[in-house]
């Protein structure tokens, strides 16, 4: 592909480099010291286990990356490929993945497509292995999960699989999960995480090509809502909104007046839809409560 100039509605962008051996070699090296790092984290359920939460998170990861990269390709937009980031003392083993994208977006319409194609391609991915992992899991008395074991949120999403799945999960009882299931869950959460409709996320992308300059006041309604979960219900938000706060507002695209078509606005109001059955509000069971609570008990003593 020769590194020419194109016009788009009296816009001129330049067609993406090809990428060095070096680059490459970047993109691949963090691939892999992901996967390494993810499979470190899974040797708790051994070899075979680590094999199947490793593989079935990467597999989650990279669709949702690679559905952002080829979208903007498609468009014309300069993109690189996925960085990973591995955590290998994280609870998942990773930090997920980035891309770098040019900030100029030709109109709302390109913006939508860009947005929509990770969480879509990621979800093509999270279904099977949360079916599959759930169906491979075991229902067991709580007494029997291991000690200091951290107690996954569940999401509404996360509860209909469980029941398509196992069927219902009697009281004292508690489904201890397969890997894949796992990773499943993980995907579930960094998906909605992506989706969360502010600034440059894959959500606040949506939001914006949907509502356009309405989208700033609906980001600012779900970070109140966000700030009172964190206020009574879960500390670990507290991070969450700390970041949400330094995220400037969506820029425009060069050409905002282009406006979603009706399968676009449907596909959109889909997706947010998606998003607020797979936000998990209290996703780690872990005895504290929200910020709030934390500071009167510490008054009262």
Known sequence: MNNELYSYPGFYFQRPKKLSFRQLAVHIGLFVLTAFSTFLVGLGDGITGALWYSGGLMAILLAHELGHFFTARKYGISVTLPYFIPMPISPFGTLGAVIKMDRYIPNRKVLFD????????GFFFIIPALVL????????PVEATREGAISLGESILFKLFVRISIGHVPEGQDVLLHPLAFA??????????????????????????????????????FYWILLGICLFFYLGWFLMIILLALIRSHPPT????????????ALGWIVLFLFLISFTPVPFIMGEKGLLSIFLRAFQR
């Open 184 to 221: 499943g869950w993980v995907g579930l959460f960094v998906t909605a995480l992506n989706l969360l409709p502010v600034g440059q996320l894959d959500g606040g992308h949506i939001l914006y090509a949907l509502f356009h300059r309405k989208s700033k006041t609906i980001s600012r309604i």
């Open 114 to 121: 860009v947005g929509v194609a990770g969480p879509l391609a």
């Open 133 to 140: 992992g759930l169906s491979w899991s075991k229902v067991v």
């Open 254 to 265: 060069l050409d905002d007046t282009v406006a979603l078509d009706s399968k676009r606005r």
